[in-house]
């Protein structure tokens, strides 16, 4: 057994279903001096400290003294299997170069296949291992993460076999450029499906694709998908990032998990994605790395969308592994509370994955994934800027 004792706080989601939407997202339930209580892999109860009765056999104490204790994050939307890096590009994005520009000029996206095909599954492999280190010093628990960088068959295996190996969730986005090898989308799409797909199903648990101007088109899309889907992966979009192409209404169509980016979407969208069980997923480091218009969260929320707070951490776009720093953007540019983006990184970034029934909250029977922030309230998540927030994390009731 494993105890976290005397925190000054507890903070979780309310209620036990998900997605969390409208009111529901901003509902946090709060303990004070409070303490969690882990059974191997699963939190056992959560409750004040005077409520604590006394334990018997092995108990390993940590002093909470100070801290509170919110859940382990869950970021649904990573690209975290790439070698090299862009910081040439992002001196020139700094200068005034547009990123759609360096994207079609071969760069951009490109410039990371060349640099992860060039990595070999050794180096993808230490790639992810560094970046999930990142994430978990920021207090994320449990990362999605793509593949994408490789786009030829071993590279795309490789980053999905390390992905997993590290203890992510992998998702095969075989469709996120068209590599120079092929002199179209429709070529490249029909060798991916046919020589890729049928291993990466057996590693990956969902599909993703870029609906994108330069990237793919709504056909493309839905032929990539549609395989997708009949090979057993679930589905994600990338978006409405840059320009609105049909990827709501196909994602809604296809029973997509969700569509992220959304930085284009404009009231249509926002309202057919509220009456629809795919989940929006909010990536303002994104939009805030490109200097690119923010999703319409706020709209989306109070529409009764199911909304999601992830980091999209990537080498090009959104080189930002904290998702504390997603959720003071959520904040301060998103409007929305400190509470819903606890929900939105939590709860529903778990829903997002399929696991909402084992992650997302501080309860009984959820898996014992904790974070032990330094600061004397919970919303300091949203309120401290890139501080130095976390103290301390617990997975699966353990300490990494
Ligand atoms: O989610 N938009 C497409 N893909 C990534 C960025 C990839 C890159 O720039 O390397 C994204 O923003
Ligand atoms: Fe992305």
């Not at 939407?21 to 882990?38: F, Q, T, W």
């Not at 969260?297 to 909304?307: E, P, S, T, Y």
């Not at 029977?365 to 949203?382: E, F, H, T």
């Amino acid at each position: 057994m494993l105890l976290v004792r005397d925190l000054t706080r507890v903070a979780t989601p309310s209620g036990t279903h998900a997605p969390l939407r409208g009111g529901d997202l901003g509902a946090v339930d709060v303990i004070e001096d409070a303490y969690v209580l882990c059974d191997g892999d699963t939190i056992a109860r959560v409750g004040r400290m005077r409520d604590l009765a006394r334990l018997d056999g092995d108990v390993i104490e940590i002093d909470g003294r100070g801290r509170c204790a919110v859940p382990g994050l869950v970021d649904c939307h990573t690209h975290a299997a790439f070698g090299g890096d862009r910081v040439d590009e992002f001196s020139l994005r700094a200068a005034g170069a547009r990123y759609e520009e360096l994207h079609a000029s071969g760069g951009g996206i490109l410039s990371t296949v060349r640099a992860t095909r060039g990595a070999g599954e050794d180096g993808l492999r230490a790639a992810v291992e560094l970046h999930r280190g990142w994430m978990r010093r920021h207090g994320t628990t449990t990362f999605e993460s793509k593949s994408g960088y490789g786009l030829d068959h071993d590279t795309e295996l490789a980053s999905l076999r390390a992905i997993g190996d590290a203890g992510g969730v992998p998702t095969w986005l075989g469709a996120h450029a068209v590599p120079p090898e092929f002199d179209d989308g429709d070529a490249y799409l029909g060798f991916a499906l046919a020589e890729v797909l049928p291993e990466a199903a057996q590693i990956a648990e969902a599909a993703d694709v870029f609906l994108e101007h330069g990237a793919f088109d709504v056909a493309q899309a839905r032929r990539y998908l549609e395989a997708c889907r009949d090979a057993g992966l679930a589905l994600r979009m990338h978006g409405d990032q840059f320009t609105e192409m049909g990827a709501i209404p196909l994602a809604i169509e296809l029973g997509a998990r969700s569509v992220d980016h959304l930085e284009a979407t404009g009231a249509e969208g926002v309202r057919a994605l509220a009456q629809s069980d795919v989940t929006g997923v909010l990536l303002p480091a994104s939009a805030l790395f490109l200097g690119r218009p923010m999703p319409p969260a706020r709209a989306l929320v109070d529409a009764g969308a199911a909304v999601a707070l992830a980091t999209d951490f990537n080498p090009g776009s959104a080189f930002c592994e904290s998702l504390p720093i997603c959720c003071s953007l959520a904040a301060t540019q998103l409007k929305l509370s400190p509470a819903e983006a606890l929900a939105a990184c939590t709860v529903n970034t778990a829903h997002v994955l399929g696991r909402a029934g084992r992650l997302g909250r501080l309860a009984p029977g959820y898996r014992a994934d904790i974070v032990l922030l330094d600061a004397p309230d919970w919303r300091y998540l949203a309120y401290h800027l890139g501080g130095d927030l976390v103290a301390q994390v617990v997975i699966g009731g353990e300490l990494p």
